[in-house]
């Protein structure tokens, strides 16, 4: 049995800790049953003696397993992860998702995508990673007593993401402390606008509106200024062609959106531009969490 989980790119601008989307980069994993307890990890993280120990998924997985079954068993797991970690490109949301479905696979328990979804908002408590790796697309998202209220929107074929991924990691987490703790009712008005004409844009398919709905004053500058390069990267993107262009997530990748026709002249410019940075052209992801049994 194969599980997998797509990356996502969260807030999309001022849709801070509400919005987000799914690209088609993906974390499996495959597990049997196994007398001893080991863990195998190919692609991002296979260097990190940390995640044979501690790791995330492994935990989640556990604490739902033995919730499920009341059993106790050793798995066999290998992890074949494609999402860099601490990138704004959903690493966590995607091992949660994943150590939450895999539990119940193991656990020979279906379970719905929502019910998996409001499983995943205890280890993430903002919805804007999760809800695109369960569901795929690009979704709206709140919270409301503790489950996930969200909208969907698949993504066309015609439309890419180029994302530029630098080296450095952002912790979220951290990169949250550095965040205001209030905003001026200017500034709370002028997202919530900016928010509200970017779901419009995205739901009509008015893609030209997004440069100008895309527009954040929450958190995306104060980030920014921890990597300036991003700066470059924004303005290189639109003067390149495309449609929107926001920092993802917490950091430090730039996520932009652009017409499959300019998708290869945005990223050889910024490629040409930020050779220290890896520069990527990736479909969008509609399907989120996939179990292939
Ligand atoms: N493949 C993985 N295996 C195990 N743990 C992972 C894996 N990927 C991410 N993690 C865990 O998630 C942490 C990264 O979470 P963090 O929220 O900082 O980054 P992110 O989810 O990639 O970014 P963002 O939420 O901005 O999109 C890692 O430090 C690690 O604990
Ligand atoms: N909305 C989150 C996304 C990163 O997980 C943030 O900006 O902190």
């Given amino acids: 049995m194969i599980i997998s989980v797509p990356a996502t790119s969260a807030n999309l601008g001022p849709g801070f800790d509400s919005l987000g989307l799914a690209v088609d980069l993906r974390n499996r994993v495959e597990f049997h049953p196994s007398k001893f307890f080991s863990v195998s990890i190919k ?9 044979k120990g501690n790791n995330l998924f492994v935990s989640i997985f556990n604490e739902h397993y033995s919730r499920l079954t009341k059993k106790k068993q050793n798995f066999k797991f290998t ?21 939450i479905a895999s539990a119940h696979e193991a656990a020979n328990i279906r379970v719905s995508k929502r019910r998996i979804l409001n499983h995943a908002l205890v280890y993430e408590p903002h919805p804007d990673n ?9 979704n709206v998202a709140t919270i409301e007593k503790n489950k996930v209220f969200s909208q969907k929107k698949h993504l066309p074929d015609y439309l890419k993401a180029v994302v530029v991924i630098p080296n450095k990691q952002m912790n979220t987490s951290k990169s949250r402390t550095i965040l205001p703790k209030s905003y001026s009712k200017e500034n709370a008005v002028y997202n919530l606008s900016h928010t509200a004409l970017t779901v419009a844009a995205f739901f009509n398919e008015d893609w ?22 991003l700066f470059s990267v924004q303005k290189v993107a639109y003067e390149s062609g495309a449609l929107m262009s926001t920092l993802s997530g917490s950091g430090s990748t730039f996520f932009s959106l652009a017409y499959d026709d300019d998708a290869a002249m945005i990223a050889n410019r910024l490629k040409q531009k930020f050779p220290e940075f890896a520069v990527k052209i990736l479909d969008f992801d509609n399907s989120g969490l996939i179990i292939e049994r």
């Fill in 208 to 229: 030209e509106m997004l440069k100008l709905a895309a527009q954040d004053r929450f958190h995306q500058k104060a980030r920014m200024k921890t990597l300036p390069e």
């Fill in 43 to 51: 692609g991002e993280g296979e260097n990190n003696a940390r995640l």
């Fill in 130 to 138: 999760i809800t695109p790796a369960v569901m795929g697309g690009f």
């Fill in 79 to 99: 992890f074949y992860n494609s999402i860099p970690m601490s990138r704004g490109l959903g690493s966590s949301s995607a091992v949660i998702v994943s150590a």
